[in-house]
């Protein structure tokens, strides 16, 4: 695709929901990250893959938040038994380098947790 | 904790001012790198320079880097309202957190 793709852009859940949040990077880029952001404050950071692997995932906060990336493409943050807390915007960014190279940011998905 | 810190948080400025933000980080970074965002959605690239670079230009950007210090200056020269927006700093390589930011406001 022509950028970094993200789905939903909103989601609305209730607390105690499973949510996914989807990205689909630029085409053949091999980093991947996950940002969160809440307002007024900077992006957080979550995990970053190369390939298909979690180079570093020191940034998930607990065990309800998780991450794949399977085919080293497409990748899915998955956050089980949602909190009000988790409501933010979460970003996802490719990048051809690595970090090394500039990310491209997809327009995030916002999360609200009722 | 954070990786880059921006300075000023806030700034507030004509059209056509300089404006110029700083970035402090702590660890050991193969680049620097600048990022704009607008209305809390994506952010976009600005500008990158390499741990061996000490200043680089990009239209009306000038970015510099003093690894000594840990420290990055990012000038926007001749601002217009279209710059209001919040401007982040990055270290790749380094650990791979962003700053607080800086919000700049151009009035016109």
């Known amino acids: 695709g022509a950028g970094v793709s993200q789905t939903p852009s909103n989601k609305v859940t209730e607390k105690g929901k499973y949510v996914e949040l989807r990205c689909d990077p630029i085409?053949?880029?091999?980093?991947l990250y996950w940002y969160r952001q809440s307002l007024g404050q900077g992006p957080e950071f979550l995990i970053y893959?190369?390939?298909?692997?979690?180079?570093?995932d020191s940034g998930l906060p607990n065990d309800r938040f998780f991450a794949v990336r399977p085919e080293g493409s497409v990748s899915t943050l998955k956050i089980q038994r949602t909190e009000r807390g988790d409501s933010a915007v979460y970003l996802c960014?490719?990048?051809?380098?690595?970090?090394?190279?500039?990310?491209?940011f997809g327009e995030g998905s916002r999360l609200t947790v009722l | 904790s954070q990786q880059g810190e921006e300075d000023p948080q806030a700034l507030s400025i004509q059209e056509g001012e300089n404006a110029t933000m700083n970035c402090s980080y702590k660890?050991?970074?193969?680049?620097l790198q600048w990022y704009r965002q607008n209305s809390g959605r994506g952010l976009v690239h600005l500008i990158l320079i390499r741990s061996n670079e000490r200043e680089k230009h990009s239209g009306r950007l000038r970015v510099t880097l003093d690894t000594s210090k840990k420290s990055s200056s990012l000038l926007i020269t001749a601002s217009r309202a279209a710059d209001t927006a919040s401007y982040f700093c990055?270290?790749?390589?380094?650990?791979?957190?962003f700053g607080q930011g800086t919000e700049l406001s151009v009035k016109p």
């Open positions: 660890t050991s970074i193969n680049n």
């Open positions: 085409s053949g880029h091999t980093a």
């Open positions: 960014a490719s990048s051809a380098r690595g970090v090394t190279g500039e990310l491209f």
């Open positions: 990055w270290g790749g390589g380094g650990k791979l957190i």
């Open positions: 893959f190369q390939g298909t692997g979690a180079a570093d």
